[in-house]
């Protein structure tokens, strides 16, 4: 389990709330000197006896450095 489960399992389990919800962002260049932002969505669960992971969107999304231009690629999982 990654260090960023681990801290919403940990805040779930302190504030007694039985669904958080989180999300992941990477920035970085390509070696083409495009700028891309990566965003992963999702969910955590308390169950009777167990932590539900769900992911629930997927967004990668590229910024034309000539142009500015933004192309947005989606995929909503949940």
Do not use: W
Request: hydrophobic content about 35%.
């Amino acid at each position: 389990m990654n260090l960023c489960l681990r801290a919403l399992f940990h805040r779930c389990k302190v504030a007694g709330e039985t669904e958080t919800k989180g999300q992941i962002k990477l920035r970085f260049k390509t070696a083409a000197g495009r700028d891309v932002v990566c965003i992963r969505s999702f969910q955590l669960t308390q169950k009777a006896s167990k932590m539900e992971y769900k992911a629930i969107e997927s967004v990668l999304q590229t910024i034309n450095p000539h142009s500015g231009e933004v192309s947005l690629f989606q995929s909503n999982l949940g």
